[in-house]
Each structure stands twice: as structure tokens, then as C-alpha cells.
């Protein structure tokens, strides 16, 4: 079963406008939530996380929401920039279990 | 800094050989973990490793699948008898120790069973 679950596969924006991602979880012990970027033929690459102490973390044009009732976190990130275009993943974990539960992943092409 | 580097980068094999897929975590980063990625979908844990000890080894899919880390820095993922099924990318990740929750992925090892 997917516990965590990303949603709009593919997002198309213009440059500089705002890139919103969406992503929901099943598992209420998820405690901490991360973020990753992959381009193809690369590796996730870390871009920001959040604990379930917070509901918001911002680093540069990325802020990451979390809503903790809802089981709802989302990515922004303002402005889209060409070299933001790439598959977006929804990660999270639970201390004492390390291992990361991800979402398909959504394809965002920022348009110049 | 160097990353983790995963080799080799592409494998191509025969139904039925045994495959052996290497990573070189990030130095002095205590935690390794394997991930499968099947096309289309997101990474899916495999097994994990803290120092030497492998403490959870719950995603591995079948008994024909082996990893190991013996000395606590390089670990290999071999695969017996490879399968069409086991055609995947083979992502392998570090982080600094039990209580760091991010963690650096490799750029993976894309296995293709023909």
C-alpha cells in the first residue's frame, strides 16, 4: 500500500511564477518529511525537509508546508526557474524506522 | 565533498546470472541504505545497514537478493539468478548516523535482465 501519495503527475509552469507540489500520507507515526529533485539518469538529490514539529520550513525560493491534521504537506517554490524542471519527490520516515517511504514523484517543466 | 558513488552506472544481464552492484557511501556517514526504482515509481527501500550490522533487511524482495557492508564503508548488492522483474534502478544512499534523518543518494545502477 502507498503511504505516501503524490498526486498531478506532470505540472507545467511559466518562469517566475509560483510551482506548487502536493503530497498526502497515510502513516500518522510519520514524524519527518523530505523533499527530493532527481533528473534523469541522477540520483535523488536532497533539497529540504521538515519535522513534525513544524509546520513550515523555508530555504532560498523553497518552502515546504506541513499540515499535521490533514496528513498534507506541499513544496513551493517561488519563482520557477528553467533549472527547477525536473521529477519532485515526497519522502517520509519515522524515528526508529530510517527508511524513507516516497511518493511516485511529479514531473515539473518550468517554461522560459 | 565527494558523494556516493554507485558503480557500475548500467548492467545488462542474462536471465539467470548473478549481478553484484557496489556503493561508496559518503565518508565517516554511518548509515547505508539500498533502494529499488522501478520506472515510473518512486524509490522503495530495500535493506539497511548501520556500521557493519545490517538492521533491517524486511525490503529485500526475495532470498535471491544479498547485501553486505563488512568493514562498514563499501557495501554490495549482489543478486542471484537475476530475473526479468529485477530490471530496475538500484539507488543507494548514506547519512551521518542513526539520528540524521536526510539522506545522500547515489546516482544508481540501472540493471537490465534480458
Known amino acids: 500500500d502507498q503511504q505516501v501519495k503524490q498526486n498531478s503527475p506532470s505540472l507545467s509552469v511559466q518562469e517566475g511564477r509560483i510551482s506548487i507540489l502536493n503530497c498526502d500520507y497515510t502513516?500518522?507515526?510519520?514524524?519527518?518529511f523530505l523533499w527530493y529533485k532527481k533528473y534523469p539518469a541522477e540520483g535523488p538529490t536532497f533539497l529540504i525537509s521538515?519535522?513534525?514539529?513544524?509546520d513550515k520550513n523555508e530555504d532560498g525560493r523553497f518552502t515546504v508546508f506541513l499540515n499535521k491534521s490533514a496528513k498534507h504537506l506541499s513544496l513551493h517554490i517561488v519563482p520557477s526557474q528553467p533549472g527547477d524542471s525536473a521529477v519532485y519527490f515526497c519522502?517520509?520516515?519515522?524515528?526508529?524506522?530510517?527508511?524513507?517511504?516516497f511518493g511516485k514523484g511529479n514531473q515539473v517543466v518550468v517554461i522560459p | 565533498g565527494a558523494g556516493v558513488s554507485q558503480s557500475p552506472r548500467y548492467k545488462v544481464a542474462k536471465r539467470g546470472q548473478d549481478v553484484a552492484l557496489r556503493c561508496d557511501p559518503i565518508?565517516?556517514?554511518?548509515?547505508l541504505f539500498w533502494y529499488q526504482q522501478a520506472l515510473g515509481q518512486g524509490p522503495e527501500f530495500l535493506t539497511y545497514?548501520?556500521?557493519?550490522?545490517?538492521?533491517?533487511k524486511s525490503g529485500l524482495p526475495s532470498d535471491r537478493f544479498f547485501a553486505e557492508r563488512p568493514e562498514g564503508s563499501v557495501s554490495t548488492l549482489k543478486i542471484q539468478r537475476t530475473q526479468q522483474e529485477d530490471s530496475a534502478v538500484y539507488l543507494c544512499?548514506?547519512?551521518?548516523?542513526?539520528?540524521?534523518?536526510?539522506?545522500?543518494f547515489g546516482p544508481g545502477t540501472r540493471l537490465t535482465v534480458t
Open positions: 521538515i519535522s513534525s514539529i513544524k
Open positions: 565518508s565517516g556517514h554511518v548509515s
Open positions: 544512499a548514506s547519512s551521518l548516523g542513526d539520528r540524521a534523518r536526510e539522506q545522500y
Open positions: 502513516n500518522s507515526m510519520f514524524d519527518y
Open positions: 545497514f548501520q556500521n557493519e550490522a545490517q538492521l533491517d
Open positions: 519522502a517520509a520516515s519515522y524515528y526508529g524506522n530510517n527508511r524513507l517511504a
